[in-house]
């Protein structure tokens, strides 16, 4: 597995903690935490982006972001799940698969068709 997926995983991963901490803060060392790993999310995209095409790392990124907020609002916030909203995160969904699709035909050809 190339090490940049890792930085991808991390990234995203670390911008749920400090997106859940925005919730949930109500102390100075609950914000200086939050800021803490939005340093660290900061560090872990631009690792990825040295070893993967930054458009893709950001789709990913934001998706994961999106779906994962989403999630954590409806199994931490009991946020009610409105049909709508789910067809939008298949959208996002499907869109951040296009991509790494779309990269990888790329890859193999050396163009984009």
Known sequence: MNKAWIYVVLTSLSELVWIYGFNTASTWWHWA????????????????CEGLPTGTVYAIFAGFGTVGTFLMDIFIFHEDIKLVSVFFIMLIILGV???KLSDDQKDAKGVIE
Do not use: C, M, N, T
Request: aromatic share 16%; no cysteine; charged share 10%.
């Open 33 to 48: 935490f939050i800021i803490s790993f939005i340093l660290l999310d900061l560090h872990f995209l631009a690792k990825a």
């Open 97 to 99: 698969v296009g991509l």
